[in-house]
């Protein structure tokens, strides 16, 4: 026997030569795996794409457009020439898919009843609350003695700026600012 005779071996009659690759290589069986796992894996893409899309637009599509007014009180219940009035407004804040309610304080002044001055209660320093102090006729700030007139200037301390200022609009007896 020679050496190529003792390599072939005889298979039993039903059971398929491994050497044997017709069946395997078969165009249409390719062509089926190939379009399944294609398939398959263009599925997967667009679940993952999808919401990754969706995500980085999401904000851009959002409508906001221009600030409202937010509503504060009414006219009357800020005395002329009185000390500064703290006044409290909940307003709804959207941020891509998150809705949240946050609550807005801001200080209220009028000399004569009609000309409003509406300023934040923020410090422009390191954001800390500011409070009226009367017998210093000025805003205080606890973070770092800062202080603010009347009209939100700085007076004494660190911050960059004064107290941020807001529109004011009264209709029909109700007191309205607009967030810069």
Known sequence: MTSQESERV???EGEADPGDTSEATDPERRRFLI??????????????????????????RATGGEQEWIRLG??????????????KATIERRSGYRVEEQEISVFVTTPNGTDFTILSNICTHLGCRVRWVEDQEGFFCPCHNAIFARSGE??????????DRYEAMVEDGQLYFKEA
């Open 10 to 12: 005889e298979m039993p």
């Open 154 to 163: 700085v007076v004494q301390g660190p911050p960059p700026r004064p107290l």
């Open 35 to 60: 379009r399944t796992i294609s398939a398959i894996g263009g599925g997967i893409t667009a679940a993952i794409a999808a919401p990754a899309a969706i995500f980085v637009t999401g904000s851009s």
């Open 74 to 87: 009414t006219a009357s219940s800020i005395e002329p020439g009185a000390p500064p009035t703290l006044m």
